[in-house]
């Protein structure tokens, strides 16, 4: 059975950092894009960054670009988002997710497409 299984959320003050991290089980995700998404109380949920299988390939939502970095280790079947600068504005639960074809892309990703895998979330409280 696949599993994605986000780790390291939790509460912080504006201008704190955190490490994300989504370990997958079941299946490699080695030679697939993956991604990290969020949801806000009351609002929809938004991508945030997605990295190629390689790790060399990134793409960020604009409000993360130059806070957000997307990480991958294959050898571990694990992504990361490291997060700095932190704004309360960032307050949500943060999901990774995989593709269901390796053929889907960064900008497939962060697009929403071909997404099949979810994990449960791992929350983010950003106060000010």
């Known amino acids: 059975q696949v599993q994605l299984s986000e780790f390291g959320g939790g509460l912080v003050q504006a201008g704190d950092s955190l490490r994300l991290s989504c370990a997958a089980s079941?299946?490699?995700?080695?030679?697939?894009?993956m991604g990290w998404f969020r949801q806000a109380p009351g609002k929809e949920r938004e991508s945030v960054a997605a990295?190629?299988?390689?790790?060399?390939?990134?793409v960020y939502r604009e409000s993360v670009e130059g806070r957000f970095t997307i990480s991958r280790d294959n050898a571990k079947n694990t992504i990361y988002l490291q997060m700095n600068n932190l704004r309360p504005e960032d307050t949500a639960v943060y999901y990774c997710?995989?593709?269901?074809?390796?053929?889907?892309?960064?900008?497939?990703?962060?697009?929403?497409?071909?997404?099949?895998?979810w994990g449960q979330g791992t929350l983010v409280t950003v106060s000010s």
């Open positions: 997710a995989a593709p269901s074809t390796p053929v889907a892309g960064p900008n497939d990703v962060i697009g929403n497409m071909y997404l099949e895998f």
């Open positions: 990295i190629d299988w390689s790790g060399r390939s990134t």
């Open positions: 079941g299946r490699s995700f080695s030679d697939y894009t």
